[in-house]
């Protein structure tokens, strides 16, 4: 290794101790073991001759030495960033990798129609797809593409509006079946969401409408909340083009004005003329408008409220 490089991974290893907070959130980071990032923390600070953390109940805070090389070391990888980004960004050939990131009911119940469509178009270019419940850095090239539902997509990308969800109060019938009463929802158990997706508008209005109401089971996935469901385990939201699949499932409310989450296809101003993502946003369009995703059909489950 040389020399250049040992400093370039030196801020790298203070950037991700600061950003993770620890030596358990760098080693998530830079993907190495706990041990390997102490001794290499160790002998850089030995080798510099000064403290760069303060190590307390709290975890790792920079000392000032360490804080002023962390802001070098974000300084620097922003600028590669930048520079690959608009280097990837003219590449206008119909082949070569697209990586997509996306969440689990995505991946699962809608991308491999557009996937399949869009490899009998272009067999050249192949996929990697990320999923996260957790919106991937574009900035950082983490992806090429994004494809989330969000009512609020981040200011610094460019995509377009596909489609919108819209989602009902949804309960298995054999677990309605418990209750003499269900028409006060706040007297059943709920499905809910982690605090990771908590802001999203269906959890925010159940927790300002039934503040009080019993949330035994909490999701970060929106197929884990539907197998919960199905499983008699409380009631939830779910997209109606979701809670459709499944016969068992009963609509208990369902406000159309209100209770929607848009799908969004997603990219780097950097990287939107690239061929390759023009013609995958292109394709997703055409594939997912033959879908009804919107609205309870005739194929439903019945709508109680």
């Known amino acids: 290794m040389t020399e250049q490089t ?22 998530r980071i830079l993907g190495l073991h706990h041990a390997t990032v102490l001794r290499r923390l160790n002998l850089f600070e030995a080798r510099m001759g000064v403290v760069l953390f303060h190590r307390g109940a709290r975890g790792y805070e920079p000392t000032d030495s360490g804080a002023e090389l962390a802001r070098m070391a974000q300084s620097i990888d ?5 520079t690959y980004r608009r280097l990837a960004g003219q590449d206008l050939r119909l082949s070569g990798t697209v990586r997509l990131a996306t969440s689990d009911f995505i991946a699962q ?23 996260s419940p957790q919106m991937a850095s ?6 090429d593409v994004a ?38 929802l706040q007297r059943l158990a709920w499905v809910g969401d982690d605090q990771s997706i908590a802001h999203v508008t269906t959890n925010t209005w159940r927790m300002r409408e039934f503040p009080n109401a019993r949330v035994p089971h909490r999701y970060d996935s929106l197929l884990g909340k539907f197998s919960a469901i199905k499983n008699q385990m409380g009631i939830g939201f779910l997209p109606h083009f979701l809670a459709r699949t499944h016969p068992d499932l009963i609509c208990l409310r369902s406000n159309p004005a209100q209770w929607t989450l848009d799908l969004w296809l997603l990219t780097h ?11 995958f946003m292109k394709c997703s369009h055409e594939v997912l408008s033959q879908l009804n995703l919107s609205d309870i059909d005739e194929h439903s489950a019945p709508l109680l409220f």
């Open 78 to 82: 922003q600028s590669v960033q930048d």
């Open 269 to 279: 101003p950097d990287l939107q003329h690239m061929n390759r993502i023009k013609a």
């Open 6 to 27: 040992q400093n370039w991974e030196d801020l790298r290893l203070i950037l991700a101790i600061t950003q993770g907070r620890g030596l358990s959130g760098a080693s």
């Open 109 to 131: 119940s809608l991308l491999n129609p557009v996937l399949r469509e869009f490899h009998n178009r272009h067999p050249s270019i192949e996929f990697e797809v990320a999923i």
């Open 138 to 143: 574009l900035t950082k090239r983490d992806a």
């Open 147 to 184: 494809f989330r539902a969000a009512n609020a997509p981040p200011d610094n990308l460019v995509g377009s509006k596909i489609a919108e969800l819209r989602y009902g109060i949804y309960g298995h019938a054999a677990f309605l079946a418990q209750h003499a009463d269900t028409s006060d």
